[in-house]
């Protein structure tokens, strides 16, 4: 009770203008305080009128009225200042601007706690009570405070509208309901209300399903990120190793051929020298041969000279010819090595493009289209190649659609053929993002995806598409939907379609079978790594089953 009282006293000793406590207060004539700065401020703007007022009661003064301060309020308002009074709080008790007033209050209207959907009143806390206390009130619908209860109010008739038109899809009161909208299908606003409050709860669901799936998406896409930054950090290290060993290599490499060069350097310099002392040799004992026959050719006696010419002993065997035309030498060695350098750069430049192009190209999984104008914007034209069809299956539409028939089809032996059912792939491969559609008539048809080099032999467990580890396929028939692969069989829910969409994102393993319609249906999703181009492929197992890939464009 004591911080009631002074609560009250916090109230009775604010301004109306500010909301704070009294600043050298005036008091009007009409009865009415205010801080001295706060009314003059108020009255200057009325100036333009000359008629000034009072903003609590509006009386109106003429002259403009002159206030003095009020020396006993101001030392009151001091004096339960001292004893714990202070400014009032930012979050006060009176409605402002933006909040829905009191509509019982007369004065300065405080904020309402609650709006009646009954009464279409909003009541403060002091004037709620009765909603609260008395039995008349307990079937009142009490609702957050709103500043749209007019809203409720039929502008026609003035009535609270507590009706619905399904007809014109709008609330209505009870006289409209007689009125302008007689004879439509009208049902209770509460009515009305429950049944799209299911229909909210499903969106709810709907969104929440949706809020569950992104988000375990989201925990996908960050375990990929993980995964591609372990992959990223292991490649770097890798290659960082790769290339040391590869440097230390080319670095040991190096080291052999300047040994080899030098040892070879050595061999043919010793080699040169040898050659050279047996020249210098001759040279000497040519030289000495020729000063003794010189002195021989100058000998006047005949005699002397004959017998002395009869003892000259015979010159030396000469060395062999020396081949002096330009060489090559180690010439070649540089030709060699530049010849590896330019083919060590183009391995490099080769691996480089591969390596940019894919390998470090982290393809991140993009949305799965929605609607079927999405999935159209991958749809590729794709046609049946005879050279794989089975000798049963008779192809037309131009190799788009395939029939069982009962006569052998002259086709031409070739290793691609299929030999068991009557399976047939597509001419194309199937890489990156691409969408097709399949339209089948039969008694069970395969729809499917393979490697190139699946088996053609007639094996089924080897060679039909779903049986092996190089096929994937969806099973239809008109009761019932099954996934096959690797001999493993995936039951899939729904009814079958007679037009099955195939969604492949091939970078990012996802492979979808949708039941095609106004809306697209999931059947069955593959999530997995393809090592290869795919080929699209149609099974077929009874006389005059069809299957045909639909033109999309």
């Given at each position: 009770?004591?911080?009631?009282?002074?609560?009250?006293?916090?109230?009775?000793?604010?301004?109306?203008?500010?909301?704070?406590?009294?600043?050298?207060?005036?008091?009007?004539?009409?009865?009415?305080?205010?801080?001295?700065?706060?009314?003059?401020?108020?009255?200057?703007?009325?100036?333009?009128?000359?008629?000034?007022?009072?903003?609590?009661?509006?009386?109106?003064?003429?002259?403009?009225?002159?206030?003095?301060?009020?020396?006993?309020?101001?030392?009151?308002?001091?004096?339960?200042?001292?004893?714990?009074?202070?400014?009032?709080?930012?979050?006060?008790?009176?409605?402002?601007?933006?909040?829905?007033?009191?509509?019982?209050?007369?004065?300065?209207?405080?904020?309402?706690?609650?709006?009646?959907?009954?009464?279409?009143?909003?009541?403060?806390?002091?004037?709620?009570?009765?909603?609260?206390?008395?039995?008349?009130?307990?079937?009142?619908?009490?609702?957050?405070?709103?500043?749209?209860?007019?809203?409720?109010?039929?502008?026609?008739?003035?009535?609270?509208m507590k009706m619905f038109c399904c007809t014109d899809q709008q609330l209505i009161c009870y006289l409209c309901?007689?009125?302008?909208?007689?004879g439509h299908d009208t049902v209770s606003a509460a009515a009305e209300r429950t049944e799209r409050q299911k229909?909210?709860?499903?969106?709810?669901?709907?969104?929440?399903?949706?809020?569950?799936?992104?988000?375990?998406?989201?925990?996908?896409?960050?375990?990929?990120?993980?995964?591609?930054?372990?992959?990223?950090?292991?490649?770097?290290?890798?290659?960082?190793?790769?290339?040391?060993?590869?440097?230390?290599?080319?670095?040991?490499?190096?080291?052999?051929?300047?040994?080899?060069?030098?040892?070879?350097?050595?061999?043919?310099?010793?080699?040169?020298?040898?050659?050279?002392?047996?020249?210098?040799?001759?040279?000497?004992?040519?030289?000495?041969?020729?000063a003794e026959l010189e002195k021989l050719s100058h000998t006047e006696d005949h005699s002397q000279f004959l017998?002395?010419?009869?003892?000259?002993?015979?010159?030396?065997?000469?060395?062999?010819?020396?081949?002096?035309?330009?060489?090559?030498?180690?010439?070649?060695?540089?030709?060699?090595?530049?010849?590896?350098?330019?083919?060590?750069?183009?391995?490099?430049?080769?691996?480089?493009?591969?390596?940019?192009?894919?390998?470090?190209?982290?393809?991140?999984?993009?949305?799965?289209?929605?609607?079927?104008?999405?999935?159209?914007?991958?749809?590729?034209?794709?046609?049946?190649?005879?050279?794989?069809?089975?000798?049963?299956?008779?192809?037309?539409?131009?190799?788009?659609?395939?029939?069982?028939?009962?006569?052998?089809?002259?086709?031409?032996?070739?290793?691609?053929?299929?030999?068991?059912?009557?399976?047939?792939?597509?001419?194309?491969?199937?890489?990156?993002?691409?969408?097709?559609?399949?339209?089948?008539?039969?008694?069970?048809?395969?729809?499917?995806?393979?490697?190139?080099?699946?088996?053609?032999?007639?094996?089924?467990?080897?060679?039909?598409?779903?049986?092996?580890?190089?096929?994937?396929?969806?099973?239809?028939?008109?009761?019932?939907?099954?996934?096959?692969?690797?001999?493993?069989?995936?039951?899939?829910?729904?009814?079958?379609?007679?037009?099955?969409?195939?969604?492949?994102?091939?970078?990012?393993?996802?492979?979808?079978?949708?039941?095609?319609?106004?809306?697209?249906?999931?059947?069955?999703?593959?999530?997995?790594?393809?090592?290869?181009?795919?080929?699209?492929?149609?099974?077929?197992?009874?006389?005059?089953?069809?299957?045909?890939?639909?033109?999309?464009?």
């Amino acid at each position: 009770m004591a911080q009631k009282g002074v609560q009250l006293d916090r109230e009775t000793f604010s301004c109306s203008i500010c909301l704070d406590l009294l600043k050298d207060p005036v008091t009007t004539s009409c009865g009415h305080s205010y801080c001295m700065d706060c009314i003059q401020s108020h009255w200057d703007v009325e100036d333009c009128k000359k008629i000034y007022s009072c903003p609590e009661c509006r009386k109106t003064f003429t002259p403009r009225p002159v206030l003095l301060k009020s020396t006993m309020l101001s030392d009151l308002v001091e004096e339960l200042k001292k004893t714990g009074l202070q400014a009032a709080p930012a979050d006060h008790c009176y409605a402002r601007a933006e909040d829905v007033a009191c509509d019982i209050c007369t004065e300065r209207k405080l904020k309402a706690l609650k709006s009646c959907l009954v009464c279409l009143v909003s009541y403060c806390d002091q004037h709620l009570h009765p909603h609260y206390n008395s039995s008349a009130f307990e079937k009142h619908k009490l609702v957050e405070p709103s500043k749209k209860l007019q809203e409720n109010i039929c502008s026609y008739h003035n009535e609270v509208m507590k009706m619905f038109c399904c007809t014109d899809q709008q609330l209505i009161c009870y006289l409209c309901s007689v009125d302008e909208h007689k004879g439509h299908d009208t049902v209770s606003a509460a009515a009305e209300r429950t049944e799209r409050q299911k229909k909210l709860q499903g969106s709810r669901q709907n969104i929440q399903q949706r809020i569950k799936d992104r988000e375990k998406d989201v925990k996908l896409l960050q375990q990929q990120a993980e995964a591609i930054n372990r992959s990223a950090n292991k490649a770097v290290k890798d290659s960082g190793k790769i290339f040391t060993e590869l440097i230390r290599l080319l670095e040991k490499r190096s080291s052999d051929v300047k040994q080899q060069v030098r040892s070879q350097q050595k061999r043919e310099e010793s080699r040169v020298r040898e050659l050279q002392e047996k020249l210098e040799q001759e040279i000497t004992e040519l030289k000495r041969k020729d000063a003794e026959l010189e002195k021989l050719s100058h000998t006047e006696d005949h005699s002397q000279f004959l017998h002395n010419y009869s003892s000259l002993s015979p010159l030396s065997q000469s060395t062999s010819s020396i081949d002096l035309h330009p060489r090559r030498y180690f010439e070649d060695v540089t030709a060699a090595l530049s010849e590896v350098r330019d083919e060590l750069q183009e391995v490099l430049r080769e691996k480089r493009t591969i390596i940019s192009g894919t390998d470090l190209a982290v393809l991140l999984p993009q949305p799965q289209p929605e609607t079927r104008d999405d999935f159209l914007k991958y749809s590729c034209e794709i046609t049946l190649d005879p050279n794989t069809a089975h000798t049963r299956l008779l192809l037309s539409e131009g190799n788009r659609k395939a029939t069982i028939t009962l006569d052998q089809q002259s086709y031409p032996s070739h290793p691609d053929r299929f030999t068991e059912w009557g399976q047939v792939l597509t001419r194309e491969s199937l890489t990156g993002r691409c969408y097709w559609e399949v339209k089948w008539r039969a008694d069970l048809v395969y729809i499917s995806v393979a490697y190139k080099d699946i088996s053609r032999a007639r094996r089924p467990e080897i060679c039909d598409f779903g049986y092996n580890d190089k096929s994937w396929a969806l099973y239809c028939d008109y009761n019932s939907v099954k996934f096959w692969h690797n001999k493993v069989q995936t039951l899939v829910s729904g009814p079958p379609s007679s037009r099955i969409g195939v969604y492949l994102d091939h970078s990012a393993g996802s492979l979808s079978f949708y039941r095609v319609s106004e809306t697209m249906t999931l059947l069955h999703r593959v999530q997995t790594t393809f090592t290869q181009p795919l080929y699209a492929g149609l099974m077929l197992h009874d006389l005059r089953d069809t299957a045909e890939f639909c033109k999309l464009n």
